[in-house]
């Protein structure tokens, strides 16, 4: 045998149970045999295990399963495992604390949650057990939560763990049962009976179930201070009261003896439930009343139940091999349907009693103990339409034939055509209304006589009630008509009777509607509603009127209403379009509107709704009958809440994993620019036809408001800019409810370049090369200062001397009588001195030029200068000048340049005596070369050292960083002059 199949066999020879202490006793409540609703989970397609062994569900609604491989934990959107020591998990339990507490083969410890990405890890606790013990510790089948401290079952020992160290006592036999009875924890042992821990902390026989040495207990649950019900699995169900037990017998006995229960609870109504592995579920009272039972005949998935728990709401789960059930005992809405014989949309029902009538479409039903199961007693019947209770009668159509039935005597009345509704009268109880698509007919049950169709009544009427002295009808085609009763019945008795009745419109619009007209009794007088309002009838104008009894807002939206019922508190129940909703009316009269639990019954099909007794309206549909009983629950809304489970940075890297943590509204995350994608995924754990579940998201500071309900359960971010955000969800389950949002904030900082110190550095440097343009704009003006002071002081010098050199002279000739030779020189020398003054005059007024500010100008006028002097002079000259430099030139440089070459070419030109002059300008390897050659007398070594000319050539080189040589002999002078530019 494998180990799976001895883990199985071990199960039917060892089973266990948590009883859960209840502080309300069991009340007994009225529920009918329909079914509670039951969702399915396939555990099986998720962890890939077989046998969930038992389940817990923490404060947050999230449950964990333990399977014969891991701990599988589920949100409602997502699962997540763990693993222990061997594999197989047996037991798991939460603490007060809401820990979770899990034991397996040998093993037992509890799940840590503090890890961020890897949230769920188990920490063992065996590993404290002394060598010894740890040696003989079997397998930990149960743990329980008592208070605050946390006991664990073996098979020969209990483990006491309080939070801080393990306490421990060995069992005479083997150990089969833990008990929570009372805050006291006890044990049942195995052919020992039932023990406790003494004043001493010892374990002791419990004397007060002395006499279940002998049984095999499965459960022990307190009903009062003096009273315990005790389950067993071989002599059925006990109350111990002080020192005395009686046996319980009644209709859940047989059930008890004749399956294996292996797991027992007790729900918050007091109510008590036994799991069995071949028969499934057993609810029962304390006193031995079969609630219900529920097998995989009639909504569970599997019989065998391997553990059973109750949430926090009053839920109650089950495990089987491949499934996990939720039944939803503590709703109290039930469902019948074809597991208790109703097939076919609802379309009417009556009752006498406990005796109920239905009709569908699919035939006549009916059943003598209150929907325990229903039978079709004329199985040929179909297409029934209505039914209506007449003192000791029910008349009903089925077949386009309307029948009586009293007690089993069937009789058939007549055969009719398009039969809706049917209608007995309150004033008179012998008369039955008959609406038809072909108008109104009375039948009368004194003589089962059928009028034909009354005169001026000949449409298809949609709905019927009687107000006091009238009938009223409303037609498919917006007309409402009003009789007085007393002269339908005259005119059924006398045909010849002139009856007329009232006919009004109804007007939508300024005009008349053509939609279906409605009425419903409510308060003593009449609704009328059309597909999109509802409307009161003013007696005084015969005129309909909006009313807003519901509510100002009621009639805001299109709301036709369908069906609607006022039951005897005052509520009033409507099929509004696709909705089922009730007015709950409160202490000041006024109303105020829910669907709540309604929403679960999702018939879309709904043609009956009625009230059967006090507290219980019945709704009839396609999907079958359900019975609700209002006055259990008038709202409800788990204890759960939409939470935000994971994060990551873009989609797949997870960052934070939140599973088992109760949020993480404190956590403030600061993430770099670069990171600024997030897909966040939530959870709403409930469990309640998850198909229905919805969310909503808004990151603050990002989004302008919440997105619109969706069903998905991720939602992603991208390029999101620096700054402070709050990721928010909420959720809204199948009931209507929606749950508070769960906040995730986090900061996303900004880029390198948009950070304080990237902004303190371009103010810094902002502000350094504003100084540094300031600088040079100054050292520029300064440049521009110095050149002006030198072109003042050059045209002072050039021309002072040259104005003052002509003065002398003129001033010599003034003196002189007789004009003669020397008069004729000094005119030859103003003559000469204004010609220079000219000529120093235009080399300065060109090189401030800022037209000439490039080379090829400059360039231009060098070439020109050179030809026209050694022209002048008749001096064979080669030049050799380039036509472009590619460079900029500014005006110090220009006027240097050109000064520099006019002296080297004059010197040549005036004073070496060359008959052959050669000049060369060219711009090489970024540098500028001028070399002026002649092969003139050469200039004497003193002159060369200390002439005018020759100094300021080099005066003015080293102003502008230029080089200057010379080379002087009998063969000739060479000046080369070379700059980089």
């Known amino acids: 045998m494998n180990k799976a199949g001895f883990l199985l066999l071990f199960c039917f020879i060892c089973s266990a149970t948590i009883a859960v202490g209840q502080e309300q006793p069991y009340a007994e409540h009225y529920y009918s045999s329909g079914y509670p609703f039951i969702e399915t989970i396939n555990a099986y397609d998720e962890t890939g295990f077989l046998q969930n062994w038992n389940l817990v569900r923490n404060s947050q609604g999230v449950i964990f399963v333990g399977t014969l491989g891991n701990i599988s934990a589920f949100d409602g959107s997502r699962w997540t495992r763990t693993r222990i020591p061997n594999a197989n998990v047996l037991s ?45 510790l079997s397998d930990v089948w149960q743990i329980l939560p008592v208070g605050e401290k946390i ?23 083997t150990v089969r049962l833990l008990i929570n009875n009372e805050s006291q924890i006890n044990l049942y042992v195995e052919d020992h009976g039932v023990y406790g821990l ?11 179930f002395s006499a279940f040495q002998d049984l095999r207990v499965f459960g022990i649950y307190s009903l009062d201070e003096q009273t315990d019900v005790v389950i067993t699995n071989d002599g059925g169900l006990y109350r111990v009261t002080g020192h005395t037990t009686q046996s319980i017998e009644g209709e859940v006995y047989d059930l008890l003896m004749e399956n294996n229960v292996y797991k027992t609870i007790q729900l918050h109504d007091g109510s008590l439930v036994a799991g069995t592995l071949n028969a499934g579920i057993i609810r029962f009272t304390a006193g031995g009343e079969l609630l219900a039972h529920i097998d995989s005949e009639n909504g569970l998935e599997e019989d065998r139940v391997y553990s059973l728990f109750v949430d926090a709401d009053g839920a109650l789960w089950a495990t089987h091999d491949r499934h996990i059930s939720k039944i939803n005992f503590q709703i109290p809405i039930r469902k019948m349907d074809a597991r208790k014989g109703i097939y076919g949309g609802i379309t009417g029902a009556a009752h006498f009693g406990d005796t109920i009538f239905l009709t569908s479409f699919d035939g006549f039903f009916s059943t003598g103990n209150r929907g325990n199961h229903f039978d079709q007693p004329y199985p040929d019947m179909d297409l029934c339409q209505s039914v209506e209770k007449m003192n000791e009668r029910v008349i009903f159509y089925c077949n386009q034939k309307l029948y009586s039935l009293i007690g089993n005597d069937l009789r058939h009345i007549e055969d009719m055509e398009g039969v809706r509704f049917l209608l007995a009268s309150g004033q008179k109880e012998n008369l039955l209304f008959i609406g038809s698509e072909n108008g109104l007919q009375i039948l009368d049950t004194t003589d ?84 999109i309002n509802i409307y009161r009838f003013l007696e005084a104008e015969s005129i309909f009127e909006l009313d807003n009894v519901f509510g100002e807002n009621f009639n805001q939206e299109p709301r036709g209403v369908y069906r609607l019922l006022e039951d005897s508190d005052g509520n009033v129940w409507m099929r509004s379009g696709r ?31 009625k009230q059967i007794d006090d507290g219980v309206v019945w709704f009839g549909g396609s999907d079958g009958l359900y019975e609700y009983r209002y006055d259990q629950m008038a709202e409800y809304k788990p204890d759960i809440r939409a939470s935000i489970k994971q994060v990551y940075l873009g ?46 998201f808004k990151l603050e500071n990002f989004d302008e408001g919440w997105t619109s309900w969706n069903n998905e359960t991720h939602k992603d971010y991208t390029n999101i800019p620096e700054g402070n955000y709050t990721f928010q969800v909420r959720g809204r389950d199948v009931y209507g409810n929606v749950y508070d949002a769960a906040g995730f904030s986090f900061t996303v900082l900004p880029p390198w370049y948009r950070t304080w110190w990237a902004y303190l550095l371009y103010f810094i440097s902002i502000t350094g090369l504003l100084y540094i343009i300031h600088v040079v704009r100054v050292n520029r003006l300064l440049q521009i200062q110095r050149i002006r002071n030198r072109i003042a002081s050059d045209l002072h010098d050039e021309i002072s001397a040259t104005l003052s050199s002509i003065s ?38 060109w090189s401030i030029n800022p037209e000439n500010d490039d080379w090829k100008a400059l360039l231009a006028k060098c070439r020109r200068f050179a030809s026209d002097i050694l022209e002048s002079r008749e001096i064979a000259y080669d030049l050799d000048i380039i036509e472009e430099i590619p460079k900029n030139i500014d005006i110090e440089l220009r006027q240097h340049f050109w000064l520099i070459f006019k002296e080297m070419v004059t010197n040549a030109a005036r004073h070496s005596d060359a008959d052959c002059v050669n000049i060369v300008l060219d711009y090489r390897d970024k540098t500028i070369i001028l070399e002026v050659a002649d092969n003139g007398k050469g200039i004497d070594e003193k002159e ?35 700059r980089k530019i």
């Open 92 to 136: 798991l339990a939460k603490g007060a604390d809401d820990t979770i507490y899990a034991g397996g083969l040998g093993e037992f410890g509890y799940i840590d949650f503090s890890g961020t990405i890897q949230p769920m890890q188990y920490i063992s606790l065996s590993d404290s057990l002394p060598d010894s013990i740890r040696e003989q």
């Open 151 to 173: 006991y664990i079952r073996s098979a020969n020992y209990l483990i006491q763990w309080d939070g801080d160290s393990l306490k421990y006592w060995e069992a005479d036999n």
């Open 579 to 609: 909705q089922l909703i009730v007015a709950w009316k409160k202490n000041d009269g006024t109303y105020d509107i829910r669907d709540n639990l309604l929403s679960r019954i999702d018939d879309s099909h709904l043609q009956l709704i």
């Open 448 to 531: 089962d006589s059928v009028s034909g169709l009354v005169p001026e009544s000949n449409y298809s009427i949609n709905s019927m009630e009687e107000l006091g002295e009238d009938l009223w009808f409303g037609t498919l085609d917006g007309h409402v008509f009003r009789y007085r009763v007393d002269e339908l019945q005259r005119w059924h008795n006398d045909n010849s009777y002139d009856i007329t009745g009232n006919r009004y419109v109804v007007e939508e619009e300024g005009a008349k509607t053509n939609s279906h007209i409605r009425l419903f009794a409510f308060q003593e007088r009449l609704l009328f509603s059309s597909s």
């Open 944 to 978: 060369a050292k200390s002439g005018n000319g020759l100094k300021n050539i080099r005066q003015r080189a080293e102003k502008i960083g230029a080089h200057v040589s010379l080379s002087t002999g009998e063969d000739g002078t060479t000046w080369r002059f070379t």
């Open 198 to 208: 003494d004043e001493n902390n010892e374990l002791k026989p419990n004397e007060r």
């Open 651 to 696: 989609t797949d890297s997870l960052i934070i994993d939140m599973l088992g943590k109760n949020g993480i509204e404190d956590l403030n995350h600061t993430f770099d620019y670069a990171d600024n994608q997030f897909r966040f995924t939530v959870s709403l754990p409930s469990f309640d036809d998850m198909e229905s579940n919805r969310f909503q």
């Open 808 to 845: 002398f002279f003129a001033e010599a000739i003034r003196r002189s009588r007789e004009p003669g030779d020397k008069e004729k020189r000094f005119v030859e020398l103003i003559s000469k001195s204004a010609g220079e003054a000219k000529e120093s005059m235009s080399d300065i007024i």
